[in-house]
């Protein structure tokens, strides 16, 4: 027993003098930190001199001596070794969406809602309400509208067998089209065709409606975010003087580290970001026909990209992180320098309530001279928040909101563009236009959306089948519709643009 104790002691410590001596700077670290030990132990040594369990005390101190040798070794450790780990902290709380308006939205839960809806654009009035519940699989919309006397409205319903449409203005029959028809042969696939389309077009339109998973938009996003993680990790970064900057309104001192981006690493970027969302772009291909080609485009567009970076000149990047030695609370300040471009972009965030809530983007020439400047701050007084855009310090718009009545004002260099209120709580989001100024069209629009559905119910009436009516019945449904509309002459002056 007494063998593997010493051996297990030969081994902590070798693993610990490995430790301790990998990381920059640690030796010094560890020494600084003995000698500190060393003067705990003989002030602590004078005032426990006296009492009579010397050696039980002197136990102790050594025990907390190897602690404390052992906290600088860890410390040492992050400080030094694991900069890319506190980069891809700074950059997660930095820009995480957990404070203000806007993360409100994003958060707001709408597995299941009620939405309504009206408006007024000049003479032109409209209301309706829509309906989803994911759960049941049933969605629904109603939509009215009135224009110089010529009222319309339309009745929609989708669950996950068929599609229903009603507009009783033009039409008593209730179309249906069951998308999950396999042996559909009507007419109606002959429209399709003169549009592009075909049944299994159109069917894709509607079998993504309750998709599991978004039609993976979520599995997109995190597939974004590894490439994020992937490179930054194989950033080759190195510790640089720490600068001074401004932050909660507090000077602070904060740690700064370098790399160097070769054009192989950004075009290695760019291609694995191509590679995520061609491969998106392809898997919904396969669902809805309607998106056929996205893929080839956007594969272009990052091709074209990559080729712009062939040969170009190394950008040099520098994080500053408002940071401890085992945590980084936010970024402080990001700059990037090309030697093409002559010229250094720093994108400073200053902070407030949350990391973004005040900042700025510089360009500086070589003589790190300012040659352009935006900037944006929200401050807070009496409940009214005012988030303002300047560039080179001329106001370029400003908004004012109320956070408790939510009601918003939007000024263009000094002058009223538009007023309204958007305001969200746990169980709704309301946003309204109450004016826009300038307009030559008067607008006004206001829409309410709930959490819960309201009850949905399949639509009733005489059935015209989609899948298979053939051209005579389409015949007969076209000359109902014409019937309708030369029965009621402001449907039809609408129609013939004469209001």
């Known amino acids: 027993m007494d063998n593997e104790r010493e051996d297990l002691t030969q081994q902590t410590g070798e693993g610990l003098n490995e430790t301790v001596a990998a990381p920059e700077n640690a030796t010094e670290t560890a020494a600084e930190a003995a000698e500190t030990v060393t003067a705990t132990e003989t002030e602590a040594e004078a005032v426990l001199a006296p009492m009579p369990q010397k050696k039980s005390n002197k136990r102790l101190i050594a025990l907390i001596a190897v602690a404390?040798?052992?906290i600088a070794a860890v410390a040492a450790v992050f400080s030094f070794a694991d900069a890319n780990k506190l980069v891809l902290e700074a950059g997660a709380k930095t820009f995480a969406l957990n404070e203000g308006i806007v993360a409100k939205l994003i958060n707001f839960d709408s597995q299941d809602s009620n939405v309504t809806f009206n408006g007024d654009l000049a003479?032109?009035?409209f209301d309706g309400e829509a309906n989803c519940d994911k759960t049941n699989k049933q969605s629904n919309v109603l939509f009215n509208f009135d224009f110089g006397g010529a009222k319309m409205g339309f009745a929609g319903y989708l669950d996950e067998k068929v599609f229903q449409l009603n507009a009783p203005d033009f039409c008593d029959k209730v179309l249906v089209y069951d998308y999950t028809d396999e042996s559909k042969d009507g007419y109606?696939?002959?429209?399709l065709q003169q549009t592009g389309m075909s049944f299994e077009d159109f069917d894709s339109i509607f079998k993504s409606a309750y998709s599991e998973d978004n039609n993976g938009m979520e599995k997109y996003i995190e597939d974004l975010k590894d490439v994020t993680v992937k490179h930054v990790k194989a950033m080759k970064l190195e510790k640089t003087d720490a600068k001074d900057f401004t932050i909660n309104g507090q000077k602070t001192s904060c740690k700064g580290y370098k790399t160097t981006l070769t054009s192989d690493d950004m075009k290695s970027w760019i291609e694995d970001y191509k590679n995520v969302v061609t491969?998106?772009?392809?898997?919904l291909e396969q669902q809805m026909n309607i998106y056929r080609g996205m893929a080839g485009e956007y594969t272009e567009s990052f091709d074209t990209i990559i080729d712009e970076l062939e040969g170009a000149s190394d950008v040099e990047i520098t994080f500053y992180l408002k940071a401890g030695l085992l945590s980084a609370d936010q970024f402080a300040a990001i700059e990037l320098?090309?030697?093409?471009a002559e010229s250094t972009l720093v994108i400073n965030f200053e902070g407030g309530d949350y990391p973004t809530q005040n900042g700025s983007l510089v360009i500086r020439d070589n003589d790190n001279n300012e040659t352009s400047a935006f900037a944006w701050s929200v401050t807070t007084k009496d409940?009214?928040?005012t988030c303002e855009f300047k560039a080179d310090d001329e106001l370029l718009c400003s908004i004012k909101y109320n956070e408790k009545d939510g009601k918003?004002?939007?000024?263009?260099?000094?002058k009223e563009i538009m007023n309204g209120v958007l305001l969200v709580t746990d169980e709704q989001i309301k946003f309204t236009i109450d004016s826009i100024s300038d307009s030559t069209v008067p607008f006004k629009f206001e829409c309410v959306a709930k959490k819960g559905a309201n009850k949905i119910e399949k639509l009733e009436g005489t059935e015209f089948d989609l899948c298979h009516a053939d051209a005579d019945q389409w015949s007969d449904l076209i000359e109902e519709v014409n019937t309708?509309?030369?029965?009621n002459p402001a449907l039809l002056g609408m129609l013939l643009g004469e209001f």
């Open 68 to 70: 404390v040798v052992v």
């Open 123 to 125: 003479g032109f009035k």
């Open 188 to 191: 109606f696939g002959e429209l």
């Open 279 to 283: 491969a998106y772009y392809k898997a």
């Open 337 to 340: 320098y090309n030697a093409d």
């Open 383 to 385: 409940d009214i928040s």
């Open 408 to 414: 918003y004002n939007l000024e263009m260099q000094g």
């Open 484 to 487: 309708k509309i030369m029965s």
